[in-house]
T-cell receptor
Framework: KQEVTQIPAALSVPEGENLVLNCSFTDSAIYNLQWFRQDPGKGLTSLLLIQSSQREQTSGRLNASLDKSSGRSTLYIAASQPGDSATYLCAVDSGTYKYIFGTGTRLKVLA | DGGITQSPKYLFRKEGQNVTLSCEQNLNHDAMYWYRQDPGQGLRLIYYSQIVNDFQKGDIAEGYSVSREKKESFPLTVTSAQKNPTAFYLC????????????FGEGSRLTVL
């Protein structure tokens, strides 16, 4: 059974710092891995989708990598800003329409 | 603008009542999903539908029902059989297939009084 873990559960950093969020999964047979952002009381906003044949994806200050063999993905945020404060979730798609979500990392960027 | 619309945003229910949450998408996506989110837990799949007139149970389907009569619409009914319905409910859609990126609505918060 696929399990997805995100560590740490919470993180506080000063503005301008580069940071890395981690996502681990137990079954390497995945089709996609997707990173989301969630603001309090809101829905999830898709940030990056990495397909199984890809190693990384980039969008602006965000870069996500995927290492299927080790069951890990990282989301790199460059030059963090207070507006980046949110909960970041990763989700794994094993091709069964049942995306499995981690519990998220709550990020706070201090001005 | 293309997107997913959920309504109502907030809903209060008395015990013993059924309530229906609306989810409409204009992304022309084949697949639609309902998730439940509770504090400290990841999103849990309630039901999903790959195509019109077809849907499957997710991991926590007991006490919920859905229909998929139109491609754009996937309403969720929370029945009185659901023992702990207070939660944040999220609807999502994807184009379907193995390359499907998930897109979410803004969510509906249900509180049982």
């Amino acid at each position: 059974k696929q399990e997805v873990t995100q560590i740490p559960a919470a993180l506080s950093v000063p503005e301008g710092e580069n940071l890395v969020l981690n996502c681990s999964f137990t079954d390497s047979a995945i089709y996609n891995l997707q990173w989301f952002r969630q603001d309090p009381g809101k829905g999830l906003t898709s940030l990056l989708l990495i397909q199984s044949s890809q190693r990384e994806q980039t969008s602006g200050r965000l870069n996500a990598s995927l290492d299927k063999s080790s069951g890990r993905s990282t989301l790199y945020i460059a030059a963090s800003q207070p507006g980046d404060s949110a909960t970041y979730l990763c989700a794994v798609d094993s091709g069964t329409y049942k995306y499995i979500f981690g519990t998220g990392t709550r990020l706070k960027v201090l001005a | 603008d293309g997107g997913i619309t959920q309504s109502p945003k907030y809903l209060f229910r008395k015990e013993g009542q059924n309530v229906t949450l609306s989810c409409e998408q204009n992304l022309n996506h084949d697949a639609m999903y309902w998730y439940r989110q509770d504090p400290g837990q990841g999103l849990r799949l309630i039901y999903y539908s790959q195509i019109v007139n077809d849907f499957q149970k997710g991991d926590i389907a007991e006490g919920y029902s859905v229909s998929r009569e139109k491609k754009e619409s996937f309403p969720l009914t929370v029945t009185s059989a659901q023992k702990n319905p207070t939660a944040f409910y999220l609807c999502a859609s994807s184009i379907g297939g193995i390359t499907g990126e998930l897109f979410f609505g803004e969510g509906s918060r249900l509180t049982v009084l």
